[in-house]
């Protein structure tokens, strides 16, 4: 067994099998730019190694297995950037390295297994989504919830999601709403469901099964297939489907809230209620974002979600929503502009703009 050992993140082999743990259990895995400078390195070695043939992430700890990333951190570096006592760096690496990392899971060669094991949110989505096999436990709780800290559903957000059926990713993009097992399989988020009690089992049968050769994509399958088992009860999700697909096909924001209220019952008010309190630039954003992204390829979603964050960097809402959500933990964020008239479709599309010698490239 080969491993190579930093504080936050653990990247070991056995066997043929690739394995990295996020070690950061107390702070729910999140993910920070020094994780991502471990990350990425290790799986192009991976990628080229001919003795590693599948690799396997998973979190630390028993309560998540990424609550996302660091975002505090890049609140804080962005407020000092915008006093003059910063040059900022963070608010642009971070981003740009951190969609590198999700390019490079998307195109991984080899069979890229997660186990999402507990809370999985923004930059946890961006490291299991993408990859070959997704598989889910009866702790599993998923969800894209940039809205409501003044950001956007981002790292492929706005490649995966409209590809879900019917309008559920729009639902998701806009409002933040969590997901159980049931409902990840049922939208395609996930591929397997495996109680947590086996997956210690499940990594050691994995590493066993490709140590005896053989292709190594089926070997994953076969072993995904012994373990799964369907998560207690039904879809959560289904009996919204018809307002969910109504209500969020339409082309705005404010034609979005009026279906839900018309349709009056306890779910869609509720739902409406719930998006009166996120940011109305992000509701805005987030809404052309997963229009423009039906029509994309992933390398341009995250080409265009890197121009995004720049604009989000620059704007206010991010710092609001961080403030009111992390660090003053008010829960009363004051966004700027502060209703959805106030939003202009100028306002919107600035967030769209080319960002100069500054865009997000793909060398491999």
Not at 136 to 157: H, Q, R, S, Y
Not at 297 to 320: K, S, V
Not at 328 to 349: G, I, S
């Amino acid at each position: 067994m080969g491993t190579a050992l930093t504080q936050d993140v653990l990247c070991e082999t056995r066997g043929p099998l690739g394995l990295v743990t996020l070690n950061r259990p107390k702070a729910l895995n999140a993910l920070t730019l020094g994780m991502i400078r471990v990350l990425d390195p290790q799986l192009q070695a991976w990628a080229r190694d001919p003795a590693v043939t599948a690799v396997l992430i998973r979190g630390a700890g028993d309560r998540a297995f990424c609550a996302g990333g660091d975002v505090r951190a890049v609140h804080d570096d962005g407020l000092a950037w915008k006093k003059g006592e910063s040059d900022g760096a963070l608010t642009r690496d971070f981003f740009r390295e951190e969609y590198i990392l999700n390019h490079r899971i998307k195109r991984f060669p080899k069979p890229f297994v997660a186990l999402l094991d507990g809370i999985t949110m923004g930059g946890g989505v961006g490291l299991s989504v993408h990859g070959s096999h997704r598989v889910v436990t009866e702790k599993t709780l998923f969800a894209m919830p940039e809205t409501g800290i003044g950001l956007f559903p981002d790292v492929g957000g706005t490649y995966f999601l409209p590809r879900l059926p019917g309008r559920i990713g729009t639902y998701l993009a806009l409002t933040g709403a969590r997901l159980k097992a049931v409902d990840l399989l049922h939208t395609g988020i996930a591929t397997h469901h495996v109680p947590g009690d086996r997956l210690d089992t499940l990594v050691d049968d994995l590493a066993a099964a490709l140590g005896r050769g053989g292709a190594a994509p089926e070997a994953v399958s076969a072993v995904l297939d012994r373990h799964a088992s369907e998560p207690a009860g039904e879809a959560l999700i289904e009996p919204f489907r018809h307002e969910i697909d109504h209500s969020f096909a339409f082309s705005s924001v404010e034609e979005i809230m009026a279906a839900l209220e018309q349709y009056g019952t306890g779910w869609s008010q509720e739902t409406a209620r719930t998006m009166a309190g996120l940011s109305p630039t992000s509701l805005k954003v987030t809404l052309k974002q997963m229009r423009v992204g039906e029509g994309l390829d992933f390398d341009a979603c995250m080409q265009l979600e890197y121009r995004m964050t720049q604009a989000f960097m620059a704007g206010h809402d991010f710092y609001e929503g961080i403030r009111a959500v992390l660090v003053d933990k008010d829960r009363t964020p004051r966004w700027q502009p502060a209703t959805l008239a106030e939003v202009t479709e100028e306002m919107v599309n600035r967030h769209f703009a080319p960002v100069g010698t500054r865009e997000l490239v793909f060398t491999d």
